[in-house]
């Protein structure tokens, strides 16, 4: 460096031209990354994300791709590889991996849309995305490479069956043909239930439209509190949903868990309309007093901590976020 890290001014932008000294049996068709870092006379400098809080200790810039596709989506993106199972069941949503080379100066990001037809070559789901979030591309004044995954909540309840996924540019006047990427994906049966379990406590509470309260079932082993949850989808549900079990007395939370069924191993945005789940939660009670309490149940979202209202048989929105189920009383 030219000039020393104590002399930048606060939001200066530095460049530096880095020379590296390679082998000459550096392979000319891998993926080759670059690990950058920065350290002082007491270790290494961690780096900061967008608020200001410390993450990893460097960052991983690709040099070079492998060139596998070489499709360009216009003069400015290369698509350089592009990943994704070959076979995934019902429910899962659909993820896409792919490294684009950019050049320099892009002047715009580009949208792409993502449609999945069946054998039989009807539509049956289509979405638009960006290209990238990543806005600093446009800011670059050399080519790089950029490596993205999509997520496409594609229809939990799709037939099982052979289906085609085209990736298209929404502005099809760069290029020629409109069809820019396709490739097949196997959708396979899940195992699932739609018949309501015989159960102790039946209460069919329904939450913002989306997932109901059927029932539960409960019972003690020593001080252990076993509960048996059982959920119903009554809309495709697109965001994941974890539940929380609050032991309450006097409006203090003495016991609790969040988690999402079966142990977030099968999201709500993953059920069909209709489909029955039972997860089952363990409380200790063996640090409670003794006395009454409450035992309730809600659901929220993680991301924003907002919760689900309960809502009536007639879809109106209640002022209520959770659902009293179960009076406890623990003994002396």
Do not use: C
């Amino acid at each position: 460096m030219t000039l020393p890290g104590q002399l930048w001014k606060s939001g200066e932008i530095v460049l530096n031209n880095l020379d590296f000294n390679v082998g000459t049996d550096l392979p000319e068709n891998a993926a080759i990354f670059v690990k950058l870092g920065m350290y002082d006379e007491i270790g290494k400098t961690k780096l900061l994300d967008v608020p200001g809080l410390p993450q990893m200790d460097h960052q991983i810039i690709q040099i070079q791709g492998l060139g596998l596709n070489d499709l360009y989506l216009d003069e400015f993106y290369t698509l350089d590889t592009l990943d994704h199972v070959k076979q995934q069941k019902q429910g899962n949503p659909l993820e896409i991996k792919a490294t684009w080379l950019i050049s320099e100066r892009a002047p715009t990001i580009p949208e792409l849309i993502f449609s999945l037809y069946s054998e039989s070559g009807d539509l049956t789901y289509k979405t638009n995305m960006n290209l990238t979030k990543n806005t600093t591309v446009l800011l670059l004044a050399a080519k790089t490479y950029l490596s993205e995954t999509y997520v496409l909540p594609i229809p939990t309840t799709l037939e099982t069956g052979k289906y085609k996924i085209e990736i298209t540019a929404a502005n099809n006047d760069v290029i020629q043909n409109s069809k820019f990427f396709s490739s097949n994906i196997q959708i396979t049966h899940r195992e699932r239930n739609f018949d309501v379990p015989d159960m102790q406590h039946s209460l069919n509470t329904t939450f913002g439209n989306l997932l109901s309260l059927v029932g539960y079932d409960l019972h003690y082993e020593g001080k252990l509190l076993n509960i048996l949850l059982h959920w119903k989808s009554i809309n495709h549900t697109p965001i994941n949903y974890k539940y929380f079990v609050h032991v309450v007395r006097n409006n203090q939370v003495y016991a609790q868990i969040d988690t999402m069924p079966n142990n977030y191993q099968y999201p709500t945005s993953w059920w069909a309309p209709n489909e029955i789940l039972t997860d089952m939660v363990t409380l200790d009670t063996s640090d409670l007093m003794p006395g009454d309490y409450t035992i309730t149940v809600g659901l929220y979202d993680p991301t924003d901590k907002s919760r689900l209202y309960i809502t009536d048989h007639n879809h109106n929105i209640l002022n209520v976020d959770h659902l009293a189920i179960h009076q406890l009383n623990i003994l002396p």
